[in-house]
C-alpha cells in the first residue's frame, strides 16, 4: 500500500485516504449549500404560514414548499450521508476507498440531478411538492432530476460496501467493525432499499410524464412512493444515531454501554423501520387493515424499542465516561460539567434530546392506527417531522461538522462565540417550530393549505378557534429564530474554510479535538451503588412518565370526538 496516498491526522491519528477526503469534502460542502438553499425556502413558508404576514401568494407557496422540502430532506441529509459513509469506512478503517472514479460519478450523477430539480422547480410549473402524488403532475426533467440523484446516491453505497470489503480483504482492522461503521452499514442498507422503493416508482412516473402510460393509479403510487418517501428519513436516523456515537467518543473518551446491544438496536432497524412508512397511509381504502394493524403495532414497537435502547445507551454511554473521569458526585454532576460551550457536544445533545421528547413520542402518536386520525394530514405532520429531520438529523450533522472542519478541511473555526451559541439558537427555534405547528395539528389546521382564512376559496368559510392563529405566529417567530440559527452555521462554516487559518498537514489544532478514553480501572465504583448511570435513568423515567401522559392524552381526545350516552 503506497503511504503517499494517506494523511495521518495529528490530532486524532486517522488515516485520511487522499480521494476519500476530497469525495468527504464535496459531499460536504454540496451539503451545506443546499442546507442553505432550503433553509431560504423554509422561511418563506413559515412566514406565509403567519397569518399576520402571509407572505407569499398561493402559487409562490407552494413553489417553495416543493424546493424546501426536497433540498433539505433529500439533497442536504444526503450528500451528507455520503460524506459520513465514506467516514466511517475509508477513515474509521484505515483503509483506501473502492473505485474512486465511480465515487465521483455518483458524486456528479447528484450534483447534476440536485441543480436540475431545483432549475425546474424555478420555473414554476413543478410546484408538486415533496410527494409529488400523482395525479399531480410535474415536468419530465422533475422526475428525470431525482432519478439521477438517486442513482448518484446508489453509487456512493455501492463504494462504501466495496471499501468494507477491501477493509476486510486488507486486514486494516481487528474484529468486528466499529459500532459507528456499524451505524452507517444500517444506513447505507436502509438507503439502498429506499433507493430502489424510489426507481420502482418514479420510472414509470416519468414514463407518464412523458405519455409513455396513460395512466398511474394514485393509491398504487401513494404505498410505493411512501417506501421511498418515508424511508429517506429512517436514513437519517440510523446516520445521525451514528454520529451521537461517533460525537460521544470524540468528546469524552465514552464506549458503548453494551456493543451488542447497541448492535442488535440497529438491526432492529434495518428488520423495522422502515414499515413506520405505514402510518402516511392509516386513511387509504386501498389498504387491507391487516396490514395497517401489523405495520402500527408488532412491526412498530420493535422499531421503537431499538430508539429507546439508542437513548439510553448513547447518554449513558457519556454519563459512565464522565464519572471515570471524576465527576461522579449526585445524579447530574456529569452532565452539569459537560462542555455545553462546545457546538459539537451542545449540539449532538439537543439533537438527542429534542428527537427523543418531541420527534420519538409524537411518532408513536402517529403511528398507532386509532390515534393517528385526529391529527393525519394536518400541521401536526410536519411538526413531527421537523422534530425529527430537523432538530434530530440536521443539528446532530451540524454538530459533527464543527469537528470535521479542522479535522478534514484543516481550517479553524472563526467565530467561536457565534459558534457556541448556534446549536441553541436552532435547537430553541426549531423546537418552537414543531411544539407549534404540532400544536396548531391538534386544533385541525391542515397540512398543505397556504392559509388557514382559506381566502380565495370561492366562499369556502371554516373557523379555527382563536389560539390557531396565536400558534401560528409562534411558529413564525420560531422560523425566524431558527432561521437566524441556520444561517449563522452557514456563515461559520463557508466562512471557516474560505478565511479560517489554515492548518498544516502536520499541525495540531489550537484545542484538542479528540478526549482519551478513561482507564478502564477509572469506570470501577462509579455511580451509585450498583447503578453505574442514575442520571441516565431518571431521564428515562422523566421519558417514559411524558410518553405515558401525552399517550394518554390523544386517547382522551380521541373518546372526545363522538358522543356516548
Known amino acids: 500500500m503506497d503511504n503517499q496516498q494517506f494523511r495521518v491526522c495529528p490530532d486524532t491519528g486517522l488515516k485520511f485516504f487522499r480521494s476519500a477526503e476530497a469525495l468527504?469534502?464535496?459531499?460536504?460542502?454540496?451539503?451545506?449549500?443546499?442546507?442553505?438553499?432550503?433553509?431560504?425556502?423554509?422561511?418563506?413558508?413559515?412566514?406565509?404560514?403567519?397569518?399576520?404576514?402571509?407572505?407569499?401568494?398561493?402559487?409562490?407557496?407552494?413553489?417553495?414548499?416543493?424546493?424546501?422540502?426536497?433540498?433539505?430532506?433529500?439533497?442536504?441529509?444526503?450528500?451528507?450521508?455520503?460524506?459520513?459513509?465514506?467516514?466511517?469506512?475509508?477513515?474509521?478503517?484505515?483503509?483506501?476507498?473502492?473505485?474512486p472514479k465511480v465515487a465521483w460519478a455518483g458524486f456528479a450523477l447528484m450534483l447534476i440531478g440536485a441543480l436540475m430539480n431545483n432549475y425546474v422547480v424555478l420555473q414554476g410549473n413543478a410546484s408538486v411538492m415533496f410527494t409529488s402524488y400523482a395525479p399531480m403532475e410535474?415536468?419530465?426533467?422533475?422526475?428525470?432530476?431525482?432519478?439521477?440523484?438517486?442513482?448518484?446516491?446508489?453509487?456512493?453505497?455501492?463504494?462504501?460496501?466495496?471499501?468494507?470489503v477491501i477493509a476486510k480483504n486488507e486486514k486494516t482492522y481487528e474484529g468486528s467493525v466499529p459500532l459507528v461503521t456499524f451505524g452507517a452499514i444500517t444506513a447505507a442498507i436502509i438507503a439502498v432499499f429506499t433507493i430502489v422503493s424510489g426507481a420502482i416508482i418514479l420510472i414509470p412516473t416519468l414514463a407518464w410524464s412523458v405519455g409513455l402510460i396513460s395512466h398511474i393509479d394514485s393509491l398504487m403510487y401513494r404505498l410505493v412512493w411512501w417506501a421511498f418517501g418515508h424511508s429517506s428519513q429512517q436514513i437519517n436516523i440510523a446516520a445521525q444515531i451514528a454520529v451521537w456515537y461517533a460525537i460521544a467518543s470524540i468528546v469524552f473518551g465514552a464506549k458503548p454501554m453494551s456493543e451488542k446491544v447497541s448492535r442488535m438496536a440497529f438491526l432492529l432497524y434495518i428488520l423495522f423501520l422502515q414499515l413506520a412508512s405505514a402510518h402516511h397511509?392509516?386513511?387509504?381504502?386501498?389498504?387491507?387493515?391487516?396490514?395497517?394493524?401489523?405495520?402500527?403495532?408488532?412491526a412498530m414497537y420493535l422499531a421503537v424499542m431499538a430508539s429507546m435502547i439508542h437513548g439510553l445507551t448513547v447518554p449513558g454511554s457519556?454519563?459512565?465516561?464522565?464519572?471515570?473521569?471524576?465527576?461522579?458526585?449526585?445524579?447530574?454532576?456529569?452532565?452539569?460539567k459537560a462542555p455545553w460551550g462546545n457546538p459539537t457536544f451542545s449540539g449532538m445533545f439537543i439533537s438527542l434530546i429534542g428527537f427523543g421528547f418531541l420527534g420519538g413520542i409524537t411518532g408513536v402518536v402517529m403511528g398507532a392506527e386509532q390515534i393517528n386520525i385526529i391529527v393525519h394530514n394536518t400541521l401536526y405532520v410536519p411538526g413531527h417531522f421537523h422534530a425529527t429531520v430537523v432538530l434530530g438529523t440536521t443539528l446532530a450533522f451540524m454538530a459533527f461538522t464543527y469537528w470535521l472542519v479542522p479535522i478534514l478541511f484543516r481550517r479553524e473555526l472563526i467565530m467561536k462565540g457565534l459558534a457556541s451559541w448556534q446549536p441553541y439558537l436552532f435547537g430553541l427555534g426549531m423546537s418552537g417550530v414543531a411544539l407549534f405547528m404540532m400544536g396548531a395539528?391538534?386544533?385541525?389546521?391542515?397540512?398543505?393549505?397556504?392559509?388557514?382564512s382559506f381566502s380565495g376559496t370561492g366562499g369556502i368559510v371554516h373557523e379555527f378557534p382563536a389560539a390557531a392563529n396565536t400558534?401560528?405566529?409562534?411558529?413564525?417567530?420560531?422560523?425566524?429564530?431558527?432561521?437566524?440559527?441556520?444561517?449563522?452555521?452557514?456563515?461559520?462554516?463557508?466562512?471557516?474554510?474560505?478565511?479560517?487559518?489554515?492548518?498544516?498537514?502536520?499541525?495540531?489544532?489550537?484545542?484538542?479535538m479528540i478526549t482519551a478514553p478513561p482507564a478502564?480501572?477509572?469506570?470501577?465504583?462509579?455511580?451509585?451503588?450498583?447503578?453505574?448511570?442514575?442520571?441516565?435513568?431518571?431521564?428515562?423515567?422523566?421519558?417514559?412518565?411524558?410518553?405515558?401522559?401525552?399517550?394518554?392524552?390523544?386517547?382522551?381526545?380521541?373518546?372526545?370526538?363522538w358522543g356516548i350516552g
Not at 397511509?281 to 408488532?298: A, C, H, I, Q, R
Not at 401522559?549 to 390523544?554: M, P, Q, S, T
Open 520 to 561: 478502564e480501572e477509572a469506570y470501577e465504583g462509579i455511580g451509585k451503588g450498583p447503578i453505574t448511570v442514575p442520571g441516565t435513568l431518571v431521564l428515562a423515567m422523566i421519558f417514559f412518565v411524558s410518553f405515558a401522559v401525552y399517550y394518554f392524552i390523544n386517547w382522551k381526545y380521541l373518546a372526545e370526538t
Open 24 to 99: 468527504m469534502k464535496a459531499n460536504a460542502v454540496a451539503a451545506v449549500v443546499f442546507l442553505l438553499v432550503g433553509g431560504i425556502y423554509g422561511l418563506g413558508v413559515g412566514l406565509t404560514r403567519w397569518p399576520a404576514v402571509h407572505l407569499l401568494q398561493a402559487d409562490q407557496f407552494y413553489l417553495a414548499l416543493t424546493a424546501h422540502g426536497i433540498n433539505v430532506l433529500l439533497f442536504w441529509c444526503i450528500f451528507f450521508e455520503i460524506a459520513v459513509l465514506y467516514f466511517c469506512s475509508s477513515v474509521l478503517l484505515g483503509c483506501r476507498l473502492a473505485a
Open 281 to 298: 397511509l392509516l386513511v387509504d381504502p386501498g389498504v387491507s387493515s391487516e396490514f395497517k394493524m401489523f405495520n402500527t403495532s408488532y
Open 138 to 164: 410535474a415536468p419530465p426533467l422533475f422526475y428525470l432530476s431525482l432519478i439521477l440523484f438517486a442513482v448518484g446516491a446508489l453509487f456512493g453505497c455501492f463504494v462504501f460496501f466495496g471499501t468494507l
Open 441 to 452: 395539528g391538534t386544533l385541525g389546521v391542515p397540512r398543505r393549505h397556504y392559509d388557514i
Open 318 to 336: 457519556i454519563e459512565a465516561a464522565q464519572r471515570a473521569h471524576g465527576f461522579n458526585s449526585g445524579f447530574f454532576e456529569w452532565l452539569r
Open 471 to 512: 400558534l401560528m405566529a409562534l411558529n413564525g417567530l420560531s422560523v425566524l429564530l431558527a432561521v437566524i440559527g441556520g444561517a449563522s452555521f452557514c456563515i461559520i462554516i463557508v466562512g471557516s474554510l474560505l478565511f479560517g487559518k489554515k492548518l498544516g498537514e502536520n499541525e495540531k489544532c489550537s484545542v484538542s
